[in-house]
């Protein structure tokens, strides 16, 4: 077991599956309390759980509809109650659904924009008083290169995760003068079961051209980088994006 996060209490919401699972066992690695969030997946959530206990961590798992700001509200009081405290959050709930843009229906676009974009705003809104208590904390966003670089039949996710950049680069200048990092990490196609159909597709197949390192990334991967961020060593990061896209985009 490493020693990065020891102590510290971390928050992944969305951590049932993918990349939010890997965060969740990679940071009780590190030493961490572990809150495990999930919306409707309790399966996945209870495996993650597991995994996370079985890497030497505390850890409970939580249930809320996150884009629903009372509901994030008493997520983190939950969270808090059990725990004592929030040291670090992981915003990773995500829902990236294709369909080709004059075929998007209001509905589909504010659910997407619900998932992706306001339930961070929900979130941050509801971790950061109790961190401008103690003077401390680190928020990690996850966005995506879709976000950077826009893509077809996905707009409402490119625009949601545009947003999240944006949103983290707002809140590392108001926030950082007063102890609090938050950064974004953007990572490619990533190789997990929200993207199965995209990269067994002939788009997924155009896309793996874009990578120089000629392969997709895996959500272990991505983790790393978290955790990287979530950790003192990256005490001079604040408003930044890590891209752990395999070079897909080069800023």
Known sequence: MGEALTGRVVLVTGSSRGIGAEVAVKAAAEGALVAVHYNRSADGAQRTLERVRSAGAQAESFAADIADGQQAEQLLERVIAHFGRVDALVNN?????????????PAEWDEVIRTDLTAAFHTCRAVLPSMLERGSGAIVNIASRLG???????AHYCAAKAGLIGLTRALAREFGPRGIRVNAVAP?????????????????RRRLREMP???FGRPDEVADAVIFLLSDASSLFLGQTL???AGGYMP
């Open 93 to 105: 709930a995500g829902l990236m659904p294709t369909t080709p843009f004059l075929e998007i229906q």
């Open 148 to 154: 950077q670089i826009g893509a077809t039949d996905v």
């Open 188 to 204: 490619g196609v990533t190789q997990t079961g929200m993207t199965t159909d995209l990269v067994e597709s002939e788009e997924g």
């Open 213 to 215: 390192l000629g392969r």
């Open 243 to 245: 891209n752990p896209n």
